[in-house]
């Protein structure tokens, strides 16, 4: 069985083709890093060095191959031939690859009319809608038919963290990366075709639906709370998510933002409190993995995107609005993400200056879509008690008074 990778980068190559490895599949990565493809074509394999307690031990994906994504004859030939194809290349790369995909769904119609399921691991909520959009608008009249009851966009919820792998696994290894064991891979079961196929063969798949659940539990928890670390982390001058999950105070605020998103998540999708919490639990002690080490300014990167309406940290808060309760730890990451001032990320120095040039209320407006004035007052407090470096029995009790206002 032939399996395609769309993107060798750290999702790619750390989690999904281990994914297609462990089943059987030979994986061809497509990328444009020539580096990366021809040192794939030479060695043949690669070492993850996945985090076992206190240490790495080495698991290596073999069986793999991969040609350069310039190269259109060889994409386009390589996916209308393959079993399986996924995608980790990050939402601004689809627009530019949906003609190639689609280009491939063409020959492969005329040569074969074998089916083709395109597992989507990219941080978007409808990211099967939005590639499927991208790639129909290449697609001619002909083909239309066996696009729509062929080809399957399926939405994948990516939950192992891939980090920059530490240097001296590079040093012995270009290709080397760095995980930690968790391996499970939800995805949306109504997005296969045909209708009421088998499911592909891959280890850990779990097939699900409604999906929309695990979507928002990786985006409004897992990376709400990764976010908060990062801009809350960068004000305390942590360099790595692991130090700031042993900060008690940052921790205090993390776990409870945690605990808000969760509850809002159970009541907008039915779902079962007792396994959100739990999934919270693990999250926690994964975050505090001190061999993963994930720097701030990595995981803050583009706070424009992070802060946007439905994303992590606003898409959290306005969930935990929707459910009729005070999202007041969320807001403290949203007010320091607003003082998120790394010099090289130019979406955090605008932010950071515009925030100080206009004012919380223009910032929220502009960025956050945040109009409420009850929502505007809350996060201006906690913006001005972070940037004044208020002490942290000051948060505590405000937080406190959130809380109890909640309550009445």
């Known amino acids: 069985m032939n399996a395609v990778m769309y993107g060798a980068g750290n999702i790619g190559r750390g989690f999904i083709a281990q994914r297609f490895y462990l089943s059987g599949f030979h994986t061809t990565f497509i990328d444009v890093n020539e580096s990366v493809v021809n040192a794939i074509n030479e060695r043949g394999r690669y070492p993850i060095h996945v985090t076992k307690g206190t240490k790495f031990e080495a698991e290596y994906v073999e069986n793999v191959s991969a040609v350069n994504g310039r190269d259109e004859e060889a994409v386009v030939n390589t996916i209308a031939g393959c079993d399986i194809m996924a995608t980790a290349l990050g939402v601004n790369i689809l627009p530019f690859v949906a003609p190639l995909i689609a280009k491939a769904i063409v020959k492969r119609h005329k040569e074969s009319g074998a089916p083709l399921n395109i597992l989507i691991c990219e941080n978007l909520i409808g990211s099967n809608e939005y590639l499927c959009g991208l790639v129909k608008k290449y697609i001619p009249e002909e ?78 928890i897992h990376n709400m709370g990764h976010a908060l670390m990062a801009y809350m982390g960068w004000l305390k001058g942590h360099k790595f998510i692991f130090e700031v999950a042993c900060d008690g105070e940052i921790k205090y605020i993390l776990t409870r933002a945690l605990l808000e998103s969760s509850r809002a998540l159970a009541v907008r999708h039915g779902a079962s409190l007792d396994d959100t919490l739990q999934f919270v639990e693990d999250l926690v002690v994964r975050f505090e993995n001190k061999l993963l080490v994930d720097s701030l300014d990595r995981v803050g990167r583009d706070p424009k995107r992070k802060l946007s309406k439905n994303d992590r940290l606003v898409g959290a808060f306005n969930c935990v609005r929707e459910s009729g309760k005070i999202p007041a730890h969320i807001a403290v990451g949203i007010a320091a993400a607003l003082l998120f001032d790394n010099p090289e990320d130019a979406a955090a120095v605008e932010i950071s200056t515009f925030t100080k040039e206009n004012g919380v209320k223009a910032a929220l407006e502009k960025y956050c879509e945040i109009t409420a004035d009850e929502d505007v007052a809350m996060i201006s407090e906690f913006y001005f008690m972070l940037k004044d470096g208020k002490p942290f029995a000051e948060f505590v009790e405000k937080l406190s008074s959130y809380k109890d206002a909640a309550s009445h």
Do not use: H, W
């Open 143 to 220: 083909d239309e038919q066996y696009f729509n009851d062929m080809v399957g966009f399926v939405c994948v919820c990516v939950g192992r963290t891939v980090p920059p792998t530490a240097p001296e696994f590079l040093e012995a290894d270009s290709l080397a990366i760095c995980a930690e064991p968790y391996s499970e891979l939800p995805v949306d079961a109504k997005g296969f075709r045909p209708v009421g196929c088998e499911y592909p063969p891959i280890l850990g798949l779990v097939p699900f639906s409604p999906f929309s659940y695990f979507i928002e539990r990786k985006l409004l």
